[in-house]
């Protein structure tokens, strides 16, 4: 892996949530009929921060609740060893509500096809949006995200990785190109 490239630092991070938590409640027109639920475990982090920042605007509680989507994957039978099960934790009923599933990075789609398939299978919420903190490009299925913290287009061979203070130690998002063997 080469050096890795800053592209988002401290405060743009928590200016792109915030930013993220006022275009979530100008959709939804407030927060009354939100949950937020976060694809474990980057996503989670990012649902609880969303949460908290919606919570501050609007002077409520957001639902939150977080979703372990490892048996739903596509790739599950590829994965060596038993899959290593984090836990869905989503304390109140789906149906009818307006979900807004969050993740760090979509890349190819697959990570939000499985989120949406294990949250069917919990009920029948009235719409599902997707926010997600980084949209690299490249998807393999047709998922687009309702709101976007920041568009960075990548090759193949780039990775991008958002770093966050809850596992990383600092907040920021990284660019790095693989290198060629």
């Known amino acids: 892996m080469t050096a890795a490239s800053r592209l988002v630092d401290s405060q743009g991070f928590q200016r792109t949530l915030r930013r993220l938590a006022h275009e979530i409640i100008e959709r939804n027109k407030g927060s009354e009929t939100i949950a937020l ?3 474990r475990t980057r996503g989670e982090f990012l649902a609880r921060r969303l949460a908290a920042a ?3 605007i609007e002077h409520r ?13 596509d790739d599950l039978r590829e994965m060596q060893g038993a899959p290593l099960l984090k836990g869905t934790a989503i304390l109140f009923d789906v149906t009818g509500r307006d979900l807004v599933l969050v993740d760090d990075v979509l890349y190819t789609g697959r ?6 398939a294990a949250l069917i ?4 919420p009235s719409t599902i949006q997707l926010a997600v903190f980084v949209d690299r490009g490249h ?3 047709p998922i687009k995200a309702d709101y976007v913290g920041k568009n960075i287009p990548t090759a193949h061979g780039e990775e991008v990785r ?3 203070t809850e596992t990383d130690g600092e907040d920021a998002v990284l ?3 693989r290198e060629e063997a």
Do not use: P
Not at 64 to 71: A, K, R
């Open 37 to 39: 639920v976060g694809i």
């Open 54 to 56: 919606i919570g501050e």
């Open 61 to 73: 509680d957001v639902a939150l609740g977080f979703l372990d989507i490892t048996l739903y994957r």
């Open 111 to 116: 990570t939000v096809r499985a989120a949406l």
């Open 121 to 124: 299978d919990l009920g029948r």
């Open 139 to 141: 998807r393999e299925l």
């Open 162 to 164: 958002v770093l966050m």
């Open 175 to 177: 660019l790095a190109g």
